[in-house]
């Protein structure tokens, strides 16, 4: 049997047949241990003595706000201010486990099913409903899922970025490196599949790497942070500042355009497409973003020069859901998305502190930390013996679905036609739901009145969509009402 990834379960549960998978579990963002095992044979009072210390580790809570600049705060909590070091020592995991704030195991013992992109988890057995969650095979699957999705983190020892002396990410990149995250799913799903997992006793595959290599931290990586910035600085994005999920998701847009130019408009094989959802007039007039379904049909169609009919799809839904607060209408239509599919999760988090949310358990949310500072690997398409363990997390943290800051990016991916017919339907049932408040809607055409007009369509006695009624644009040609620089290609 291929081995798995090493965890340990948290020392409240050192009697369990799983001590020494090396798993733990952790309700606050911080540090994810993604390269080490994390070793619970140490007592309280030695977490005790350890835990002031370490206020002074180089990782911080979170990220700049909007405003604040890199020279705001300090490395090294040098400058921090004794009430900052304070809340880092409380916010510790020693300090968690004796005040009774960390929980252990499944988010309150919860014997609910998890959602993980797309995927159900059932954490208590139908044979024998008496054992716990945390030691069913519902359980186990979960955490060899959870433990083969990218993590990408802050990182030191880069190269300059640009013309500026920035050769870390730290205190401030963590929204990039979320985005990184979620787009290095999509291309998971797009080259090796929804049921791919990561064996760390096998070869490292071709494919694996190469997706690796686009996320390194040099201007020779496609999607690098150096060309994140790059393509970025006409939504406002530069080293050290503070950047939102819609100017990230328009960022993405961006570099795919321009890697689509500098090979001269050459496919990929497969090539997938980008394409940002954003409502009336880009999002100007407000409202629930629109899913134009007559777009999406004739872009693939041009972008693939009329070889194919369909080209798979990333699809960035950016949203605001609040102002200060998510609005908890809201939280269950999030929730319901983790079950879809097509679910690439949610780029967002806490206010000032950017996390890619990779699925739910009731009122929880489980997500990937990039808020970890590790030295850059050099990824090579041309090495398969690299180290990639920092790539990867044995930490599954979560957070209640209601902290989440009301700006966010949802993400889905469409491989063919009919995935993008199923997602159609689901995200149709999910505005029948809304009770007059979607997270984004449905459309035919850009005239449609009647969000859920699709949906009608592709449930009728044919079960087919009626294509024909579409305007085709021939292959290389453009419809002027259309803007060109949604869709772009990855």
């Known amino acids: 049997m291929p081995k798995k990834a090493q965890f340990s379960i948290s020392s409240s549960d050192s009697d369990s047949p799983r001590k020494n998978l090396g798993f733990s579990v952790s309700s606050e963002p911080g540090p994810s241990n993604s390269s080490t095992n994390v070793n619970n044979k140490f007592s309280v009072w030695s977490g005790l003595l350890i835990s002031p210390f370490s206020i002074f580790d180089s990782e ?40 009774g704030m960390d929980k252990t195991g499944i988010p309150n013992g919860s014997k609910s099913d998890i959602w993980l992109l797309g995927v159900c988890y059932k954490v208590v057995q139908d044979d024998d409903p008496t054992i716990e969650p945390t030691q069913s095979d519902g359980f186990s699957a979960f955490i060899d899922d959870f433990s083969s999705r990218i993590l990408v983190t802050y990182r030191k020892g ?124 880009d999002g100007e007039r407000g409202g629930a973003p629109v899913l134009c379904v007559e777009d999406i049909v004739m872009h693939c169609s041009g972008l693939s020069k009329g070889e194919v009919d369909w080209t798979p799809v990333l699809f960035l839904v950016p949203l605001v859901l609040g102002l200060d607060k998510i609005n908890s209408r809201y939280l269950p239509l999030l929730a319901a998305t983790f079950s879809f599919p097509q679910s690439l ?32 690997v050099d990824i090579r398409t041309d090495k398969l013996d690299v180290d990639t363990s920092s790539y990867h997390c044995n930490t599954v943290r979560h957070f209640p679905l209601d902290s989440i800051d009301p700006s966010l990016a949802i993400g889905f991916y469409c491989s063919d036609k009919s995935d993008f017919d199923d997602f159609c339907i689901r995200a149709s049932e999910l505005v029948d739901q809304s009770n007059g408040a979607p997270l984004f809607t449905i459309t035919e055409t850009r005239s449609s009145t009647t969000s859920n007009e699709y949906n009608d369509r592709l449930t009728s006695d044919t079960g087919v969509p009626e294509l024909d009624s579409f305007d085709a644009v021939a292959p290389g040609e453009s419809d002027g009402n259309r803007p060109e620089d949604e869709w772009q290609l990855l």
């Open 345 to 376: 999760g949610i780029l967002g988090g806490r206010p000032g502190a950017s996390t890619y949310i990779v699925g739910v358990q009731d009122d929880k949310a489980f997500y990937l930390d990039p808020h970890e500072v590790q030295p850059v």
């Open 158 to 281: 880069f190269a300059p970025i640009g013309d500026t002396k920035y050769t870390s990410d730290v205190n401030w990149g963590c929204m990039l490196r979320s985005s990184q995250m979620l787009v290095a799913q999509a291309l998971l799903l797009h080259r090796l599949g929804r049921s791919w997992r990561k064996f760390f006793d096998k070869p490292l595959e071709q494919k694996y790497v190469e997706i690796l290599h686009l996320f390194g931290d040099s201007e020779e990586s496609a999607y690098s942070i150096h060309n994140l910035l790059q393509a970025g600085k006409t939504c406002g994005l530069s080293p050290g500042s503070w950047m939102g999920p819609y100017a990230m998701c328009r960022t993405w847009e961006t570099l795919a355009r321009s890697k689509r130019e500098e090979t001269g408009n050459a496919d990929t094989s497969p090539a997938m497409a980008i394409y940002v959802v954003s409502g009336a007039e």
């Open 60 to 99: 911080p809570q979170g990220c700049l706000k909007k405003g604040e600049s890199c020279c705001s705060k300090k490395y090294n909590g040098i400058g921090i201010g004794w009430t900052s070091a304070v809340k880092r020592m409380m916010n510790s995991g020693s300090m968690r486990r004796i005040f």
